[in-house]
C-alpha cells in the first residue's frame, strides 16, 4: 500500500512539473513595481501604473522606489521584484547583461521583457535661475552633480555636457546617488549644475520654489545632435513652457529618450495580459495624476524601436487589437534570438 501512495504522489509531481508555467504559476494577487527614487518621473510612472491597475483589475500592485535599476535588477529572478520603470538603455544593458549589468547578472543578463512603452524622457542639465548660467557651455569649471550609481544616468549626463562640446575633465563633479539629490545639492548651494533633471520632477519644484528653476537649451543642430547621440541614444525634443514644465522658461530643446514599462520573464502571461488591458483601456486616468503623463497614450505602446523583447502576455493583447505587426514579430525574434 506504501508503494502505491507513492507512486500516485510520483505521477501527481510528475503532472505538475509538466504543466506550461501560466497552467502552473497562479494569478497573483499582488505584484511589486521597481521604480527609481520618489521625486523622479520614473518613480510618478510606476505610481501612475499602479493605481489604474490596481482601480481596473484584481490585482493590487505596490511601487517600491530604490537606487534605479542597479537595486532592483537582482530581484526579478527570486521575483520580489514584478515589473519595473526604466529606460530604454538600462533595458537593454540589463537585458544583454552589458555594462554594469555584466557583474550583477555575472553575464547571463536578467529576465527582463517589455511590457510597454510608456513616455519620452526629456531631460537637460538644470541650474538655478539666480546663477546666471544660461548655456551649457558656460558650465566649464563649474561644480556639477553627476557622478550617478547608475551607469545610464552617468551617460546622460556626459551625453548634455558633450552637446555643449564640454566633458567631465572640464567641471568640476559632484558625487549624489540619483537625481533628486543632484538637485537637491544645486537648491542647497552644493552643486552649480544637476544632470539628468527631467521635465515635471517634484523636486525641481523645490528648487524654483527657492532659487527659482532654469532647464538648460541644447544646441539641434547637425553636429551637437552627434556629439549627443554618440553618448546615449535619444533624439532632441522642442520644448515650450506650460504646466507641469517648471524650469522651461522659453521654447528650447532638450534630449528625449523613451521610457518603458518591463517586467520579470516568468510573471504569469494571464496577469499580464490584464495589466497591459488596463493601461491601455484606461490610459485617461494618467494625465490627472501628472500632465506629462497624457503623452502616455496607447499608440506608444508598442514601438518598432524596443530594444528588449516584449512579454507574450503583453503580445497577446497587442494581437488582439491589431496593434502586433508582421514587423514587430520580426522584431521579437531578433531579439530573442540576442540572448539565445
Same mark, same amino acid.
Given at each position: 500500500? $506504501?508503494?502505491?501512495? @507513492? *507512486?500516485?504522489?510520483?505521477? +501527481?509531481?510528475? !503532472?505538475?512539473?509538466?504543466?506550461? %508555467?501560466? #497552467?502552473?504559476?497562479?494569478?497573483? $494577487?499582488?505584484?511589486? @513595481? *521597481?521604480?527609481?527614487?520618489? +521625486?523622479?518621473? !520614473?518613480?510618478?510612472?510606476?505610481? %501612475?501604473? #499602479?493605481?489604474?491597475?490596481?482601480?481596473?483589475?484584481?490585482?493590487?500592485?505596490?511601487?517600491?522606489?530604490?537606487?534605479?535599476?542597479?537595486?532592483?535588477?537582482?530581484?526579478?529572478?527570486?521575483?520580489?521584484?514584478?515589473?519595473?520603470?526604466?529606460?530604454?538603455?538600462?533595458?537593454?544593458?540589463?537585458?544583454?547583461?552589458?555594462?554594469?549589468?555584466?557583474?550583477?547578472?555575472?553575464?547571463?543578463?536578467?529576465?527582463?521583457?517589455?511590457?510597454?512603452?510608456?513616455?519620452?524622457?526629456?531631460?537637460?542639465?538644470?541650474?538655478?535661475?539666480?546663477?546666471?548660467?544660461?548655456?551649457?557651455?558656460?558650465l566649464k569649471g563649474k561644480r556639477v552633480a553627476g557622478s550617478f550609481p547608475t551607469p545610464s544616468l552617468q551617460a546622460q549626463t556626459e551625453a548634455i555636457l558633450a552637446n555643449g562640446g564640454l566633458s567631465f575633465a572640464d567641471v568640476k563633479i559632484i558625487p549624489v546617488d540619483?537625481?533628486?539629490?543632484?538637485?537637491?545639492?544645486?537648491?542647497?548651494?552644493?552643486?552649480?549644475?544637476?544632470?539628468?533633471?527631467?521635465?515635471?520632477?517634484?523636486?525641481?519644484?523645490?528648487?524654483?520654489?527657492?532659487?527659482?528653476?532654469?532647464?538648460?537649451?541644447?544646441?539641434?543642430?547637425?553636429?551637437?545632435?552627434?556629439?549627443?547621440?554618440?553618448?546615449?541614444?535619444?533624439?532632441?525634443?522642442?520644448?515650450?513652457?506650460?504646466?507641469?514644465?517648471?524650469?522651461?522658461?522659453?521654447?528650447?530643446?532638450?534630449?528625449?529618450?523613451?521610457?518603458?514599462?518591463?517586467?520579470?520573464?516568468?510573471?504569469?502571461?494571464?496577469?499580464?495580459?490584464?495589466?497591459?488591458?488596463?493601461?491601455?483601456?484606461?490610459?485617461?486616468?494618467?494625465?490627472?495624476?501628472?500632465?506629462?503623463?497624457?503623452?502616455?497614450?496607447?499608440?506608444?505602446?508598442?514601438?518598432?524601436?524596443?530594444?528588449?523583447?516584449?512579454?507574450?502576455?503583453?503580445?497577446?493583447?497587442?494581437?488582439?487589437?491589431?496593434?502586433?505587426?508582421?514587423?514587430?514579430?520580426?522584431?521579437?525574434?531578433?531579439?530573442?534570438?540576442?540572448?539565445?
Open positions: 500500500m $506504501k508503494r502505491s501512495w @507513492i *507512486g500516485i504522489l510520483a505521477i +501527481g509531481w510528475a !503532472f505538475v512539473l509538466s504543466l506550461p %508555467a501560466s #497552467a502552473a504559476d497562479a494569478q497573483p $494577487k499582488t505584484v511589486s @513595481i *521597481g521604480t527609481h527614487p520618489m +521625486g523622479s518621473m !520614473f518613480n510618478i510612472i510606476g505610481t %501612475a501604473a #499602479a493605481t489604474v491597475v490596481a482601480k481596473n483589475t484584481t490585482i493590487m500592485p505596490t511601487v517600491k522606489p530604490m537606487a534605479g535599476p542597479v537595486a532592483w535588477y537582482p530581484l526579478l529572478p527570486t521575483a520580489e521584484i514584478d515589473l519595473g520603470v526604466v529606460n530604454n538603455w538600462d533595458a537593454e544593458k540589463g537585458y544583454l547583461g552589458q555594462s554594469t549589468y555584466q557583474r550583477l547578472s555575472e553575464g547571463k543578463g536578467f529576465p527582463l521583457r517589455l511590457v510597454a512603452v510608456t513616455i519620452p524622457n526629456s531631460i537637460s542639465l538644470v541650474v538655478s535661475a539666480n546663477s546666471g548660467i544660461t548655456k551649457i557651455t558656460e540619483s537625481p533628486p539629490s543632484g538637485i537637491k545639492a544645486v537648491t542647497e548651494g552644493r552643486a552649480d549644475a544637476s544632470g539628468t533633471a527631467t521635465i515635471g520632477m517634484p523636486v525641481i519644484e523645490e528648487l524654483h520654489a527657492r532659487n527659482g528653476a532654469r532647464f538648460l537649451p541644447l544646441d539641434a543642430s547637425a553636429e551637437p545632435v552627434r556629439r549627443t547621440n554618440a553618448k546615449y541614444p535619444g533624439y532632441p525634443v522642442k520644448v515650450t513652457p506650460g504646466p507641469g514644465k517648471t524650469g522651461v522658461d522659453q521654447e528650447m530643446h532638450l534630449w528625449a529618450y523613451d521610457i518603458y514599462l518591463v517586467s520579470r520573464a516568468g510573471l504569469p502571461d494571464d496577469a499580464v495580459y490584464q495589466i497591459t488591458k488596463a493601461l491601455w483601456e484606461n490610459y485617461k486616468e494618467f494625465a490627472p495624476i501628472h500632465p506629462l503623463l497624457k503623452e502616455w497614450t496607447p499608440e506608444r505602446f508598442v514601438s518598432k524601436e524596443a530594444r528588449i523583447p516584449y512579454h507574450p502576455g503583453g503580445v497577446k493583447f497587442y494581437r488582439e487589437k491589431g496593434a502586433w505587426t508582421s514587423e514587430m514579430e520580426k522584431l521579437q525574434r531578433e531579439l530573442l534570438a540576442q540572448r539565445q
